[in-house]
């Protein structure tokens, strides 16, 4: 189900306080959620969504347009996830230590051991494939939506998710019903 998101045109010319204060009301858990499918932490995604807003707060006056203020943020939140996961590729490579995952987010009919299987399936793909799949089919964006996100063409968003799904396939064998 996507929600469309409520209008934010009235943010031209609008100054940084209210016009990442009206953003910030209006796609805050929705940003949220796209980082928590992405870093499998809440805490952590909350960060990387606060650090979105701070970042585009201080930078307002040189957006060139924003009515694209939204997709910014989306492309500065799956940015900063990626950084926060290879922070703790660094970190755990270092400490040897993995703590459990905390705060995965369900998937839309998902649950018990099928969620966990899917889920551990998803961190074998490679990030743009994860990063596609989730997008795609856990927040039901479109081909549009997931390449301005990841800034990549609609062609790479087809093949990263034709590969990922086949690849889930061959992990998941008959938990996996292709959603396509």
Do not use: C
Not at 119 to 141: G, I, T
Not at 145 to 152: E, T
């Amino acid at each position: 189900m996507t929600e469309s998101p409520p209008s934010i045109t009235g943010l031209v010319g609008a100054d940084a306080d209210v016009a990442v204060e009206e953003l910030y009301a209006a796609h805050w858990r929705q940003l949220v959620r796209l980082s928590v499918l992405l870093v499998h932490d809440r805490a952590s995604a909350e960060d990387v969504v606060q650090d979105a807003f701070v970042a585009m707060h201080g930078r307002w006056s040189r957006l060139r347009d924003p009515d694209k203020a939204l997709a910014y943020l989306r492309q500065a939140v799956v940015n900063r996830s990626r950084s926060v996961l290879r922070h703790r590729v660094v970190v755990e490579r270092h400490a040897r230590n993995s703590a459990p995952d905390e705060g995965v987010v369900d998937g839309p009919g998902l649950g018990g051991p099928r969620r966990d299987a899917v889920q551990q399936a998803l961190r074998q793909l490679s990030d743009r494939q994860r990063e596609v799949l989730v997008l795609q089919h856990y927040l039901d964006w479109s081909e549009s939506q997931v390449a301005d996100a990841l800034g990549i063409t609609r062609g790479a968003v087809k093949a990263y998710g034709h590969r990922g799904r086949a690849a889930l396939r061959d992990l998941l064998g008959d938990w996996w019903e292709d959603p396509s």
